[in-house]
């Protein structure tokens, strides 16, 4: 980060709510600003309950008329109100003595959530309520997404404040305004203050799918921002060299792909391919490799390495868990290491738990140029680390790493690349099973090259999915008897609750406590991100050796390990993961010849149902196994914002666009962009900073 935009250190410490903020990224004016709601909710009005429908969130006024604590089903508060039309019953499951007391018998109150008709009459779960009394707002009350430390009434005063001080001038100079379908009745200013507090009359279902002119103000400003900082580093890749490495005929190449047990698939050759050709370019590799979990992206990985080797260079491969890198590093091992040896090569292996002999021999091996191949985990990049002369950075499963770690790569070129008067950058091999469409790839990513291997190796044997209820759980345990009976191992993921690993885990230990007891006789281990990594280590290899009958873990798995034999996965509360991620998780099975199941368990909500969205997503992991395919139903279901990686890495790349459907938008911005960069740079720099601020870095990595 520029030092000019480090933030001055703080006079006195920050307040719990401060530091949610900072850590939402909610740091300068602007960033309030454009921290848009999620949703709003309508407190300008009253319904009559005569006048309303069942489904509808209305907000009702009237008096408590019954409140009593009733026991079953469940244990809950309800509380009876009558608005003159009609009567209404209100139940609470957690409640307080003080929410008790203010919700007595004669009081009147407002109440606000989803009115639900039933033949017992109308009911309402969990409402939000308050004393009746004062004026009713005349906007809309707009609800922003936030943590459990950020209170929504603090954040909303925030993001007023914010607001009012941010600097709004306009930064696309107006004789482009147009071309990027922009309308002078919404400047950003009236834009942004028009979605923080829209009136009571303005259409829901355009805030909502976002075709209001003020969210295509904010979208289009967006893609801009995006595309100028994408091209801008661009060009000053372009600027650099990198080593070139040409491929040697009867070389590692050849002699690697002599040695591997099997043939690629054509896909692999073909982005195998333009790997090559890029690598034998002077100018830096900027290149995504995806491909669909199973589908050999680390064989092309190893055969890009020896590519590098073979010319006389180092290569890093860096992979986001220590147990994925430790397994890059077995399967690397046993395809180059006979190949090395005679060279007087070969292989080392840097992860932060390893023992301070071991890790200074594998210092000495990097500096020394005699690790031609360096594998492990963040590692890698940490300052004591030299390389002698490294060529080929390749970094696996590309979404887990924070932009920051991706830069430290590219410096750690070494001493023996320095070249007089010019600027080298290592060629970089981004990796990644989280496929995006390809022409939506092509389009974004004005910076990155994109190779796609879409084929899986032959011989596969389809996983089977399905959706099981989650009070059929003892259905899916007999199920599980049934396959360690025939000697296979089970995996049983639990969900990430978000913001809260504490609840994770005591999610995971119950499960895996409960398994053990279903499942007398049989080593039911547990995984989780927050154990010791000699834990780790140690659970992983009973189930790899096999002794391990069921592994229970949180999402740690989701990457990487490779067991042939686990031919069931269960993953717990499906509903809460993405897509992608169950169709990543659901990859670790199916990879032997047995047939493989994986079953999705999902919780009901209160109303014994599966939402509408949350089905129609779970229906499509079971009717496909294309990664591709999964990605596209994302998009349509979601939004691209999750999409690109906003779970996985935190930092979403596009917050309000979405690819899907503002392909024309987005091809406007990309057509702007180099006008805007070489006509009025300054323009564009300010374009950047307010939309990217301190991100903009981060994006060129
Ligand atoms: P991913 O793309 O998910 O990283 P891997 O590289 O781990 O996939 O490959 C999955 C498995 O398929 C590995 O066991 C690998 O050795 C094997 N494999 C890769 N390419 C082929 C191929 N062309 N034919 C058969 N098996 C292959
Ligand atoms: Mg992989």
Redesign the pocket.
């Known amino acids: 980060m520029p030092a000019a935009q480090a933030s001055p250190a703080p006079a006195k410490a920050l307040s719990e709510p401060q530091k949610a903020l900072r850590k939402l990224g909610l740091a300068r004016d602007i960033d309030l600003a454009l921290h848009l709601p999620i949703r709003y909710e309508d407190e300008t009005r009253i319904t009559k309950l005569r006048d309303a429908h069942g489904g509808e969130s209305v907000q009702i006024e009237g008096t408590i008329t019954d409140n009593h604590v009733a026991f079953r089903p469940r244990r809950q508060l309800v509380v009876t109100i009558d608005d003159g039309t009609d009567t209404c019953v209100l139940r609470f499951f957690s409640f307080y003595p003080s929410q008790q007391k203010a919700l007595a018998v004669g009081n009147r109150i407002l109440a606000r959530g989803e009115l639900k008709g039933g033949l017992v009459g109308w009911q309402m779960v969990h409402p939000t309520t308050r004393a009746a009394g004062g004026d009713l707002p005349t906007a809309l009350t707009p609800v922003y997404s936030t943590v459990a430390a950020l209170p929504q009434a603090y954040l909303r005063k925030a993001v007023q404040a914010g607001l009012s001080r941010a600097d709004l001038r306009e930064t696309v100079p107006p004789e482009f305004a147009a071309r990027l379908g922009l309308r002078s009745e919404w400047s950003l200013r009236e834009a942004l203050q028009f979605l923080h507090h829209p009136g009571p009359d303005t259409s829901m279902a355009a805030l909502e799918d976002r075709s209001h002119p003020a969210w295509q103000r904010l979208k289009a400003e967006e893609l801009l921002a995006q595309q100028l900082s994408q091209l801008q580093s661009k060009r000053e890749r372009d600027r650099l060299r990198a080593p070139a490495l040409p491929a040697r005929p009867q070389g590692l190449h050849e002699q690697l792909l002599q040695a ?6 054509a896909a ?1 050759r073909r982005v195998g391919e333009e790997i090559a050709r890029d690598l034998a370019l002077a100018v830096p590799m900027h290149r995504l490799l995806q ?11 190893a055969l890009a390495a020896t590519i590098a080797i073979d010319a006389g260079w180092q290569c890093a491969l860096m992979a986001p868990t220590e147990i994925l890198a430790e ?1 890059h590093f077995r ?1 690397l091992v046993g395809w180059l290491e006979p190949l090395l040896a005679p060279h007087g090569l070969g292989v080392a292996w840097l992860t932060g738990s390893q023992k301070k002999k071991e890790r200074d021999a594998m210092l000495q091996r990097i500096a020394s140029g005699e690790a031609a191949l360096v594998v492990g985990t963040h590692a890698v990049i940490q300052d004591q680390v030299q390389f002698r002369r490294l060529a080929l950075a390749i970094i ?1 499963e590309q979404h887990r790493f924070g932009v920051a770690q991706r830069l430290a790569l590219r410096s750690k070129m070494g001493a023996e690349s320095a070249e007089a008067g010019v600027e080298r950058e290592p060629h970089l091999l981004m ?1 990644s ?1 989280t496929p995006i469409p390809r022409t939506l790839a092509m389009s974004y990513y004005a910076d990155l090259d994109v190779s796609t ?1 879409d084929e899986l ?3 596969r044997t389809p996983i089977v999915t399905k959706l099981v209820a989650d009070s059929r759980r003892d259905e899916v345990i007999e199920r599980i008897r049934a396959q360690l009976a025939q000697g296979r191992q089970v995996y049983w993921v639990c969900p990430l609750i978000e913001e809260s690993e504490a609840l994770d885990l005591t999610n995971a230990t119950a499960t895996h406590e409960a398994l053990s007891t279903a499942l007398p006789g049989v080593l039911v281990g547990l995984l989780h991100s927050r154990m010791p990594p000699a834990e780790k280590k140690a659970v992983m290899s009973l189930f790899e050796g096999g002794q391990m009958g069921v592994l229970v873990s949180t999402t740690v798995i989701e990457v ?1 390990v ?1 067991v ?1 034999n686990a031919s069931l996965m269960v993953i717990e509360h499906a509903e809460r993961f993405g897509l992608s991620q169950l169709h990543q998780l659901r ?1 670790r099975v199916g ?1 032997g010849a047995a047939a493989s199941a994986c079953v999705l368990l999902y919780a009901a909500g209160e109303n014994g149902r599966l939402g509408e969205a949350a089905r129609a997503r779970l229906k499509a992991m079971a009717e496909t196994a294309d990664g591709f395919e999964i990605a596209r139903r994302d998009l349509e279901i979601r939004g691209p914002g999750e999409f690109l990686g906003a779970r996985q890495s935190g930092a979403p790349l596009l917050r309000f666009a979405d690819l899907a459907t503002d392909t024309q938008l987005l091809q406007a911005a990309r057509d702007l962009a180099p006008v805007l960069l070489d006509r009025h740079p300054e323009w564009a720099q300010r374009h950047t900073a307010r939309w990217l601020g301190g991100k903009s870095e981060y994006l060129k990595a």
């Open positions: 591997l047990p099997f043939a690629l698939t692999q491909g669909d979990v199973g589908s050999g992206k680390t064989v092309v990985a397994q399967k696996d990796m099973a291997i190796p032959p011989g990487g490779d042939p990859g990879r």
